[in-house]
């Protein structure tokens, strides 16, 4: 009798322990997903701020925000083109980062939909980005297919100049 009573007190004290060890492992993976969450919005502000702090300390970087407000009042060289391009580029891998975070859980709905709304002020302010996002997003099909995209589909359907439609640009 006593040796059974003494392994109903093993046994509970061995479930009480199972139990302990699962709630500090799913603390710990609580923790370890709070700490990659703020990784990777930190992550992505830093592409942002890199874009801010280029342009408030590279003349000629600054020099192309009049040419991507009105793009069609200004002459666009072929440097400033490939420079354009690499902004937008940058502006991509930012979003598209933001989609795969998002589609692997450590990104929330309106994280994301914060991110596709940047991408439609972006559009709105700097029209001049439109025909090198488009130009990124035909060589990149898998781009059409996430949300955070949407809004370049938007402009494509309501046919904002590409860069065909663009003056050539001279150097």
Same mark, same amino acid.
């Given at each position: ?64 925000? =009049?040419? %991507? $407000? !009105? ?9 400033? @083109? ?5 902004? +937008? ?51 990149? =099909?898998? %781009? $059409? !297919? ?9 402009? @494509? ?5 590409? +860069? ?8």
């Amino acid at each position: 009798m006593k040796d059974r009573h003494l392994r109903e007190i093993v046994e509970i004290v061995g479930v009480i322990s199972i139990v302990a060890a699962l709630l500090l492992v799913a603390r710990e993976i609580h923790e370890s997903n709070r700490i990659a969450v703020t990784e990777i919005e930190m992550r992505l502000g830093q592409g942002f701020d890199e874009l801010h702090l280029r342009r408030a300390t590279t003349p000629d970087f600054a020099k192309l925000y =009049p040419k %991507m $407000r !009105a793009p069609g009042n200004h002459l666009v060289t072929a440097t400033e @083109e490939s420079q354009i391009e690499g902004l +937008a580029q940058h502006l991509v891998d930012i979003y598209y980062s933001a989609q795969v975070a998002y589609d692997n859980g450590l990104l929330g709905t309106q994280d994301l939909e914060a991110y596709r709304q940047d991408l439609v002020r972006t559009l709105e302010q700097l029209p001049g980005l439109a025909p090198a996002f488009a130009r990124i997003s035909d060589s990149t =099909p898998e %781009m $059409r !297919a996430m949300s955070v995209f949407q809004p370049l589909r938007d402009v @494509e359907a309501r046919q904002i100049p590409t +860069a065909n439609d663009s003056p050539e640009p001279q150097d």
